[in-house]
Nanobody
Framework: QVQLVESGGGWVQAGGSLRLSCAASTSASSISTMGWYRQAPGKERELVASITRNRSTDYADSVRGRFTISRVNVAVYLQMNSLKPEDTAIYYC?????????????WGQGTQVTVSS
């Protein structure tokens, strides 16, 4: 089985920075795409950033230029700068792992990010 464990969430003032980390309990070579999603109260879960096996990245328009996703071995990181109150949400690590011809989705337990004004 695969586990994704996030860390790095917390409380910061607007304009501050946080770095989220996610470690996977599997070989990095078996993970096709990893990403970070977030869900704020009363909102649907949304994609924040993703990174492929070949390190191609995509970002939500709302975070482009402020957030940076990276991957090293079996870990994925999200550097969040110039944080805004609207970034407040639970952030979830996500991974897609090929299995028997299909891509299986795995999720971390989530880590809370709170940005105060």
């Amino acid at each position: 089985q695969v586990q994704l464990v996030e860390s790095g969430g917390g409380w910061v003032q607007a304009g501050g920075s946080l770095r989220l980390s996610c470690a996977a309990s599997t070989s990095a070579s078996s993970i096709s795409t990893m990403g970070w999603y977030r869900q704020a109260p009363g909102k649907e879960r949304e994609l924040v950033a993703s990174i492929t096996r070949n390190r191609s990245t995509d970002y939500a328009d709302s975070v482009r230029g402020r957030f940076t996703i990276s991957r090293v071995n079996v870990a994925v990181y999200l550097q969040m700068n110039s944080l805004k109150p609207e970034d407040t949400a639970i952030y979830y690590c996500h991974a897609i792992i090929p299995s028997n011809g299909r891509g299986l989705n795995y999720w971390g337990q989530g880590t809370q990010v709170t940005v105060s004004s």
